[in-house]
């Protein structure tokens, strides 16, 4: 019985790990062309994640956390 939000990730991670390549088996079997499309810009992805994104993740996280309202918890006074 899942009774936390971590014991959901501990128990849906291991299913997605499962899942996902299953998928893309199907969907490679169904659509050739645009899985292998995918495969062939899976190096320039990589490439722009690792490198591009990565790098700047902190920047982004900063602005998108000083963009978005503060939330109600944090904005309570402690006695």
Known sequence: ?????????SFLLPLLHLLL??????FALRFPPLSAFL?????SFLFFFFFLFLPFA???SFLLLSLSP??????????
């Open 1 to 9: 019985m899942v009774s936390s939000p971590a014991d959901c990730h």
């Open 21 to 26: 390549p299953a998928v893309f088996a199907v």
């Open 39 to 43: 495969l062939a810009s899976l190096p």
């Open 58 to 60: 902190p920047f982004l």
């Open 70 to 79: 503060p939330s109600p918890i944090a904005s309570r006074t402690s006695p």
